[in-house]
């Protein structure tokens, strides 16, 4: 199985060698910053941290396109309409199409926000591998339920992934024609997604069984020196202490930037 999210885990930069756990303080603090960012003059400040940010990384450029094209296609669906329905100031119409100068600002902002957290995560879940982020996870006190949860939903997906494709491979060799749009088609994907519902329900509580078998649950109870997920990295307390604090003060700096436009304004 592929790791599709951490397949450049293994290069060599900053933000690589960056201690999982100081990292993901660091970069959930940026990314709840990020999110805060409501005043249009933050905007350009917000995406150039992201590029630098991603440019430390040594992340290939194609990594970061192919990873925000399908959920760009879905936050297009929900903003393509902003522009002509929201506001009040109208800088462009013909007939009946308006679109509102306000609407426009709120796109460019949805759109900045939704690019540096992405990418912010992106880069997060992109310079480890998904089982250091784990032990990451655990090391700083996450629920061992919650962490499980998260290994087994990304180990699980890719094999509901091929799951589906050996089904719409197989209805494909019986002269199903998917590009066809029929009240027939829809009830072949109909049965398709219940079928996939029912394997994946099953696979879950197989899997769940073996995991019992195998004493799974006891481990929760154990002390904290006796974690499964046993971490072994050693820290770099003066370069990782030093990143954390870099990206914390940044993040502190658009909270209270954003907190200041707020007051002004108001």
Known sequence: ???????????????????????????????????????????????????????????????????????????????????????????????????????????????????????????????????????GMRQLGISPIITDILLLSYRYIFEISNQLSIMLKATRLRGFQRNKFSWRNLSVYAALTGSLLVRSYQQAERVYQAMLLRGYGNVLHNENNRIYFSYTNNLKYSSDSIYLFLSLIIAASFAMAEIFFFTVNN
């Open 1 to 135: 199985m592929k790791f599709a999210l951490d397949e450049y885990a293994n290069l060599n930069s900053p933000i690589h060698r960056w201690d999982v756990r100081y990292k993901l303080i660091g970069l959930m603090a940026l990314m709840f910053a990020f999110a805060t960012v409501k005043n249009w003059y933050l905007i350009p400040l917000m995406l150039l941290v992201t590029i630098l940010l991603y440019g430390v990384s040594n992340l290939p450029l194609s990594f970061l396109i192919s990873r925000l094209r399908y959920p760009g296609f879905f936050l297009l669906g929900v903003i393509v309409l902003l522009p002509f329905l929201s506001g009040q100031t109208i800088i462009w119409q013909y007939g009946f199409l308006t679109i509102r100068q306000e609407g426009c600002l709120a796109v460019i902002l949805i759109v900045s926000r939704f690019f540096a957290i992405m990418t912010t995560c992106l880069i997060l879940f992109g310079t480890s591998s998904f089982l250091t982020t784990i032990k």
